[in-house]
């Protein structure tokens, strides 16, 4: 069993900056891929950025120059770094560790606005 638990989220106006922190319960880095997701009222969960056990990242068109996710190993703690930010990035965001089994966090909601 791994616990998720994010923090980070806030209101933000527009072009700011944001850092998510996603704490797993265990040392799951080496065998896990991470990634953000998010959800955004009447929208689907989509992906933000993943990084694979071997580092290998990735991010979807919509926020590849403006996002960056990083992982502290020793601490158990996974990141995204959220810059220019724009009102529709406003959405929950869930951490998410996949392997045979996924697992989630409860989510942190962001909100940019002004």
């Known amino acids: 069993q791994v616990q998720l638990v994010e923090s980070g989220g806030g209101l933000v106006q527009p072009g700011g900056s944001l850092r998510l922190s996603c704490v797993a319960s265990r040392n799951i880095f080496s065998v896990y891929t991470m990634g953000w997701y998010r959800q955004a009222p009447g929208k689907q969960r989509e992906l933000v950025a993943s990084i694979s056990s071997s580092d290998r990242i990735t991010y979807p068109d919509s926020v590849k120059g403006r996002f960056t996710i990083s992982r502290d190993n020793a601490k158990n703690t996974l990141y995204l770094q959220m810059n220019i930010l724009k009102p529709e990035d406003t959405a929950v965001y869930y951490c998410?560790?996949?392997?045979?089994?996924?697992?989630w966090g409860k989510g942190t909601l962001v909100t940019v606005s002004s």
């Open positions: 998410n560790a996949r392997h045979a089994i996924n697992y």
